[in-house]
Structures are given as structure tokens and as C-alpha cells.
């Protein structure tokens, strides 16, 4: 790869315009400039904010291409509503605001990687407080599209009861079911994800079929009774002992002859392909005590001792990459 003075310092100052339409995100303008055009007038009545703070950022988010200014009024340009407007069916406005969560803990990369330690993804990363609902938005926002390229690539069709670990809103659970009608399933999740898994889920006609459980599976046990386990997005949150641990568990809650599928990113041998997981790596780095993105070799060795066979690499996507294993 070849670089020029303008490449690097396009990788200086990315940031900036990042910034800004991060900001139009968390101050929701693109849903209250979507209806009609604004004057700052109009702004200002809704958005209590100081004036030439806005129109600094008003300004800068047309130059952007996310909104058009006309005659003095700001609107958001049709293009961009579906995606970034609350009430959209298309809406990312929730990995919009995930991702702020993210610019506060990749602010302090410079200290974590000079031994500072990160801050806990409870305490301030993405599942604390207020962030716990932008971030689980955002997973479903990501799972929209791949979920049931993923049931199609783990092809269930033997499996009668799915338990979704860590499952957040259900999106793979409503995949699953959608695909399997004579599948059942348990989601298990943290007491203040499981209310939000159950809201999708009534809304998805699918709620007779699951069983929700609350927990915390690093502490508690599994419900068990399964003969399907997704684990989808979460052992990059883990370093390796608390994979295996989170395996272990995994196979006791499995019936013989049960199938777990690890959904995440799968690492080349020098960990710098896909270059999205290596980026993601950092995103670990920089919001968790332990995580990281792994190899299949790192995968297939936890599963192993854990006591899985047959482990097998059956999809490589990004994130969506998919490592299989059997319970003899």
C-alpha cells in the first residue's frame, strides 16, 4: 500500500466531519428538520441551544450533504430521512447513537494502549445506563438484513428448541423461528434486555414460541433442554478464559448430539485480515478489560476444551463469520 501526504492526513482528520453528524444524530435534528424546512428561529424554539453553536452545525451538516439549506431554512435531505429520522421503519438512528457511545471510549485509546485500563462496558461503555438502549437498537439494526442469511448458512432443519444467548431484542430468535415453524426457543439476556426482547417478539407474533429468561451468564447457569445454541456477537467481548468458561456452560446446556454456532469475527493467523476485525480489536481494546477478535485455531481450541467436536469453519463474513461444534 502506497501512501501520499493527502491519504495520511485524510486519516488525520476523518474525524471532523464524523463528529458532526454525530452530533446532528444525538440532538435528533434529522427527525425534526425531515417534516418541513426550519429557519434558525424555528430551530432554536425547539432546541434550546446557543445560536451560533447551531447554525455552526446547521451549516456544517448541509455542506455534508444531510441537510439542504434554502432561503435561510434548514431541512433534512430526503435521502437521508429513512435512515436517520426515530420514527422511520428503516431508522440507523440507534447505531448513530451507539456510535457516540464509541467516540467517548476511543478518545482514550492513546491511554489504554499506554496501560491506563478501559472503562467497563457497564460503567461507561455501551451497555450502561442510557446506552444500554441505543446499543441493543443498534445490533438489531445490524441483524436486519443478515439474520436469515446467517439461519440459511447454519441450515436448522433438525433442530427443534434454540437457545439464543446473549440474544438482545430477538433478532435471530424471530430469523430462527420465521424459518423453522415447528421450532421453539429460549432467549436469555440481562432482566433489561429481556423487556425489550419481549416487546419485538409480541410485535413479531412470535412470543407463544419463546420462553425469555433473565441472566447473566457469567454468573448464572443455562436453561437447558437445547439442541441449538447461538452465541452471536459476544465472544469478542471475553478474553479467552472467560470463553471457555461461557463454553463450558454452553455444552451442559445442551442435549447430546446438540449443535453450538459462534457468530463473530474469525481472524487471519496475523490478525490483519478482514482489516474490520482488526479495527474491532481495537474497539475491545479501548471498551472492555479482555476482548479482542480471534483466530479459528483460538475458536476451535476453547470449543475444544470445553469439550466440542467436530469444529468446523462453515462461514467467513466479517462479523458475520460462523464456527460450528458439536456436543458428542
Not at 12 to 41: Q, W
Request: proline content about 5%; overall charge neutral; some cysteine.
Amino acid at each position: 500500500m502506497s501512501h501520499t501526504m493527502e491519504s495520511i492526513m485524510k486519516l488525520g482528520n476523518g474525524f471532523m466531519a464524523s463528529r458532526v453528524f454525530l452530533t446532528g444524530a444525538e440532538l435528533d435534528l434529522y427527525t425534526l428538520l425531515a417534516p418541513k424546512p426550519l429557519s434558525i428561529d424555528e430551530i432554536l424554539e425547539k432546541k434550546k441551544a446557543d445560536r451560533r453553536g447551531m447554525t455552526t452545525l446547521l451549516d456544517a451538516l448541509s455542506a455534508q450533504g444531510l441537510l439542504v439549506k434554502n432561503d435561510g431554512k434548514y431541512q433534512t435531505e430526503p435521502s437521508v430521512a429513512p435512515f436517520l429520522t426515530s420514527d422511520s421503519p428503516d431508522s440507523i438512528l440507534a447505531m448513530a447513537l451507539h456510535m457516540c457511545t464509541i467516540w467517548k471510549t476511543w478518545s482514550k485509546l492513546t491511554d489504554v494502549v499506554m496501560e491506563k485500563p478501559p472503562a467497563q462496558m457497564k460503567e461507561q461503555g455501551a451497555l450502561a445506563g442510557d446506552h444500554i438502549k441505543s446499543f441493543i437498537g443498534a445490533m438489531h439494526n445490524a441483524a436486519l438484513k443478515t439474520a436469515p442469511e446467517v439461519v440459511a448458512a447454519v441450515n436448522s432443519d433438525s433442530a427443534h428448541h434454540l437457545i439464543d444467548v446473549g440474544g438482545g431484542s430477538g433478532s435471530y430468535t424471530i430469523a430462527f423461528l420465521n424459518a423453522r415453524p415447528n421450532m421453539k426457543a429460549t432467549l436469555f439476556d440481562l432482566p433489561e434486555v429481556i423487556e425489550m426482547a419481549r416487546e419485538r417478539l409480541q410485535s413479531a407474533g412470535l412470543i407463544s414460541r419463546v420462553t425469555l429468561k433473565a441472566g447473566d451468564f457469567y454468573k448464572d447457569e443455562l436453561p437447558g433442554g437445547n439442541d441449538l445454541v447461538l452465541l452471536s456477537a459476544i465472544i469478542h467481548q471475553n478474553g479467552p478464559a472467560q470463553n471457555e468458561a461461557l463454553f463450558r456452560k454452553i455444552y451442559r446446556c445442551l442435549d447430546a448430539c446438540g449443535r453450538i454456532i459462534v457468530r463473530d469475527h474469525v481472524m487471519s493467523e496475523d490478525r490483519t485480515q478482514p482489516p474490520e476485525g482488526a479495527m474491532f480489536a481495537v474497539n475491545m481494546l479501548v471498551g472492555t478489560p479482555d476482548g479482542g477478535t480471534y483466530t479459528f485455531d483460538e475458536i476451535k481450541e476453547g470449543l475444544s476444551v470445553a469439550g466440542f467436536t467436530r469444529i468446523r469453519l462453515i462461514r467467513t463474513k466479517g462479523m458475520f463469520s460462523l464456527v460450528e461444534g458439536f456436543k458428542p
